[in-house]
């Protein structure tokens, strides 16, 4: 358990520039919220803070570039009542890079990072099943064709939908993984 989580302290989220937190304590306590807010905000480099004791919920805003330093850390702590002393020394160079880097990632930008970890493992265990590589931009698209080209014979009725959003989603699924780059692109 970390020092923060021992105190009442849990980071909901965190991008270079805000930090939202629970702050057990807090919650259905007014006069703490005001306190805290009232502190935290007199931190050089903190722009805004926003309290909300029904759920116990802290937003700090600040400047990343203040972030970096263990002063700024330490006035933090401060403010939740902690001292230097409570502070696992270690993990201390974890907190400055999470105050600076944010949690390295939005929840777009880690489904993003699943999704292409995802298709590496696709890809290698289809190379190992088959005994050659094949690139799931290609397999993919072809894959939802056929089976667009299978609702055709297979189904009842032909209802237009069924096996167009087939082709369009093949269509759309090529483009994206194999969209040829743009002469912008290069020159950014």
Known sequence: MTTAERHGIRVEHAIPG???LKYRPMKANPALAGHLQKTLSSIDGVTHVDTN???GGVTVHYHPD???????LLKVAEAFGLSAADI????????LTFLTAGNGRDAGSALAESMESLGRLVESGIAKLSGRELNLGLLVPVALTLM???????SDSL???????YFWFAFGVYYTINKPESPGDAAT
């Open 148 to 154: 667009g080209i299978r609702s055709l014979f297979v």
């Open 66 to 72: 203040a972030a970096a330093s263990v002063d700024f």
């Open 53 to 55: 004791p029904a759920i």
């Open 88 to 95: 696992d020394p270690r993990e201390v160079e974890e907190w």
């Open 159 to 165: 209802r237009t939908p069924a096996w167009y959003e």
């Open 18 to 20: 805000r930090l939202r």
